[in-house]
């Protein structure tokens, strides 16, 4: 995502906690790998700040620290996305699906 944004003038940057990602990065020089709690950008740094299936990997003791991390560096602006409808197994058996819980009559609910 942050190549096809550069490609088109949006000055983005990625931070993914997973270094596996980053084999598959094209913009590497704008991406950042680390799990840190403390995003090394200024306050306000980000007109807007998208998250895409991040928080329902992060414990329930993580989340509220990252998502004030994730205003510190925003304008105010933040957008999650996560997709968890018609996902199945995928959802159900990930281990690292943290705070994504089966609820009565086999829906999933965010918890936190």
């Known amino acids: 995502m ?4 550069r490609k088109i003038g949006i000055s983005a940057y990625g931070i993914d906690p997973s270094k596996t990602a ?3 990065c ?12 403390k995003l090394p950008y200024k306050n306000s740094y980000f007109d807007l700040v998208y998250i895409h ?3 329902e990997h992060l414990s329930p003791r993580d989340l509220p620290l990252l998502i ?3 205003f510190r560096v925003s304008k105010g602006k933040i957008i999650h996305m996560i997709c968890v409808k018609d996902r199945g197994k995928m959802v159900n058996d990930e281990p690292t699906h943290q705070i994504i819980q089966k609820s009565h009559g086999g829906k999933r609910n965010l918890r936190a």
């Open 26 to 37: 094209r913009s590497p020089k704008y991406c950042l790998y680390t799990s840190t709690k």
């Open 53 to 55: 299936e991040v928080l």
């Open 68 to 70: 004030n991390e994730l």
């Open 2 to 5: 942050v190549w096809a944004l």
């Open 22 to 24: 980053q084999k598959y």
